[in-house]
């Protein structure tokens, strides 16, 4: 099973400064026949299901803020908040489809400092 | 807008079984994998069990394997999961979720591009 380890497990951030989430995972889900990482990370606000921000590890979800972004590859992933506003605050997640079973980071939460 | 509602949670005693259902619509269903997503209370997202497009194989964490099964209606356009012999580490909200690719064949998935707003099964004495 691909492992995915995500840190810090909870950050405080200033509102409009950077917030930065990585996420590990245990083994490369660099898929090399089409050069895509099979990497995604979901926003999750209290009560409500996950919602998609990104996939392929840097592909925006139509309707997600441009203040998002993901980068990396192979092993190491990084979701990044520009400029964290107010209905940010969430636990957001990384995720790979690489291979079954499909797994999880742990998680972030993220709140405003 | 795509459409996802679960249904069929509750309380279950140890040992006993439930059925949930997802009825799916404003998408042509039967083009994607689903899925089961579950959440324990306050814990983490774990992907429970996958279905392709066509209802060919199903795949399963190992926690669920033997007790779960994950099967589809494509004429109803609705999603199931049975769950026998449940256990109190089983308590948890279950989303369904489509996956982002149409025609994904075999183990093959992609991420989660929709999801429901999830059924509470609490297995307890």
């Known amino acids: 099973d691909i492992v995915m380890t995500q840190s810090p497990d909870s950050l405080a951030v200033s509102l409009g400064e950077r917030a930065t989430i990585n996420c590990k995972s245990s083994q490369s889900v660099l898929y090399n026949s089409n050069s895509k990482n099979y990497l995604s990370w979901y926003q999750q606000k209290p009560g409500q299901p996950p919602k998609l921000l990104i996939y392929w590890a840097s592909a925006r979800e139509s309707g997600v803020p441009d203040r998002f972004s993901g980068s990396g590859s192979g092993t190491d992933f990084t979701l990044t908040i520009s400029s964290l506003q107010a209905e940010d605050v969430a636990v957001y997640y990384c995720q790979q489809y690489y291979s079954t079973p499909l797994t999880f980071g742990g998680g972030t939460r993220v709140e405003i400092k | 807008q795509v459409h996802l509602v679960e249904s069929g949670g509750g309380v279950v005693l140890p040992g006993g079984s439930l059925r949930l259902s997802c009825a799916a619509s404003?998408?042509?269903?039967?083009?994607?994998?689903m899925h089961w997503v579950r959440q324990a209370p306050g814990k983490g997202l774990e992907w429970v069990a996958l279905?392709?497009?066509?209802?060919?194989?199903?795949y399963y964490t190992d926690s669920v394997k033997g007790r779960f099964t994950i099967s589809r209606d494509n004429s109803k356009n609705t999603l199931y999961l049975q769950m026998n012999s449940l256990r109190a580490e089983d308590t948890a909200v279950y989303y369904c979720?489509?996956?982002?690719?149409?025609?994904?064949?075999?183990?093959?998935?992609?991420?989660?591009?929709?999801w429901g707003q999830g059924t509470l099964v609490t297995v307890s004495s």
């Open positions: 404003e998408f042509t269903f039967s083009d994607y994998g």
């Open positions: 279905i392709p497009y066509d209802g060919s194989n199903t």
């Open positions: 979720a489509k996956d982002g690719n149409p025609f994904a064949s075999g183990s093959k998935s992609y991420y989660f591009d929709y």
